[in-house]
């Protein structure tokens, strides 16, 4: 008679780990190299610290792995609303000198201790409530028309103010795009319209450019100041407009990233010592230290697990018959992939500077254990599926020992 294993071992989708834990390890390696060269005193706590947020990140993959789908169905409005509540708290508790600094209010700072960034847990939440949301809307209203996809974007919208009116009260604009993308990514799996999308989309292009357009004109800067717009995201824009005419200042970061990355030739330099200062690159630019001592290669390396692991994420997806996973696979792989285009782009000076960190490599506990807890919500689908796969397995098994009797 077959027999089949029936532990967890068997049921863990270990094509996605491996991708996953590579690129842990290489944000090890990249976070040593910068805090040995940029905070040698530092050295020992930085490791340590980086190695618990794993650690954390981690155990919290396993658990979310386990929950069945009625479960998170259950928890998901309770962790939209947790969600919600702890993005009211950097507007309240923050540091004077970070918000100079970066010109958002998004992290949590307690008597003069960064705590924690609230809005990156809330993607996963905001994930999950756009899935339950969607298959809610289809269950409650039926029909395949105009109004109905109108009507599901209006719940959309339901959805995504809140987070939207937080993040502006943070004037957090960079984590607003990845939400943006997130939700563009739900959009089109839900099956709205073209006739509805494209407009949207030639809208979104002409906007842009109309916005360029403005930007690059000096009375326009000022039409754009008096709209609301900070000096400091004007300046940053700029910066990426003509970076090496702002290289002493807005733009300092940026353009010693770059020759950073220049500096790495083909095979990068092998020094453990980083020839060129680059602020704060442990977080955003994290990339710029691995391609000046990896080079172009371990750059190369860096996208091609990258790639690897959203192949991977989505050849889940497809295999998995669940609407509600599928829905929120969709969310976590445009989180991911807008991430990374994001950061790489802009420390090649492509994008600008939003200080959006690179998914698994950066430094920072809090977007590392949510990107850890999506893989755990990615790895839960393949998990039930084999669950339910086994069972099937055994119930036939029954049914043939019966038959057998």
Do not use: C
Request: glycine residues 8%.
């Amino acid at each position: 008679m077959a027999s089949r294993k029936n532990n967890i071992e068997s049921r863990v989708d270990y094509s996605i780990i491996l991708p996953v834990f590579s690129l842990l390890i290489i944000g090890f390696i990249a976070i040593y190299l910068v805090a040995r060269n940029d905070y040698p005193h530092r050295l020992v706590a930085i490791m340590i610290q980086q190695g618990a947020w794993t650690i954390l990140g981690l155990l919290l993959a396993f658990i979310v792995m386990l929950f069945n789908t009625q479960f998170l169905w259950r928890i998901t409005p309770l962790l939209y609303g947790l969600g919600l509540g702890l993005m009211v708290l950097p507007i309240i508790f923050y540091s004077p000198e970070l918000v100079a600094s970066t010109g958002a209010k998004n992290w949590v700072t307690i008597a003069n201790t960064t705590l924690f960034q609230p809005s990156e847990f809330m993607k996963i939440s905001y994930i999950l409530m756009l899935a339950r949301t969607t298959l809610w809307f289809n269950d409650s209203f039926k029909g395949d028309d105009l109004k109905q996809d109108f009507k599901l974007l209006g719940y959309y919208a339901l959805v995504t103010l809140p987070v939207f009116i937080l993040l502006a009260a943070q004037k957090d604009l960079g984590t607003a795009m990845v939400f943006v993308a997130i939700l563009a990514g739900t959009v089109l799996i839900a099956g709205i319209s073209w006739k509805i999308l494209l407009p949207v989309v030639l809208a979104a292009v002409t906007g842009v450019l109309i916005f360029l357009g403005l930007f690059l004109w000096d009375t326009g800067r000022e039409f754009l100041y008096k709209l609301g717009m900070d000096t400091y995201q004007l300046n940053r824009i700029s910066a990426w407009i003509d970076p090496f005419s702002y290289a002493k200042g807005i733009a300092y970061q940026q353009t010693q990233g770059m020759i950073s990355i220049g500096i790495g030739g083909l095979t990068g330099t092998g020094n453990p010592t980083l020839k060129l200062s680059v602020p704060v690159r442990e977080s955003d630019m994290i990339f710029t230290a691995i391609a000046e001592h990896f080079g172009f290669i371990g750059g190369v390396l860096v996208l091609l697990l990258y790639l690897l692991l959203i192949y991977r994420l989505l050849r889940v997806t497809i295999a998995s018959n669940n609407q509600f996973y599928t829905l929120i696979s969709a969310g976590f792989v445009m989180m991911i992939m807008f991430h990374i285009f994001e950061n790489i782009g802009a420390t090649l000076g492509i994008l600008p500077l939003t200080g959006i960190p690179l998914p698994f490599i950066s430094q920072g506990g809090s977007s590392l254990i949510s990107n850890l807890i999506g893989v755990g919500l990615i790895l839960s689908m393949s998990y039930q599926k084999n669950l339910h796969d086994e069972e099937r397995f055994l119930k036939n098994m029954r049914r043939s020992a019966r038959y057998q009797k």
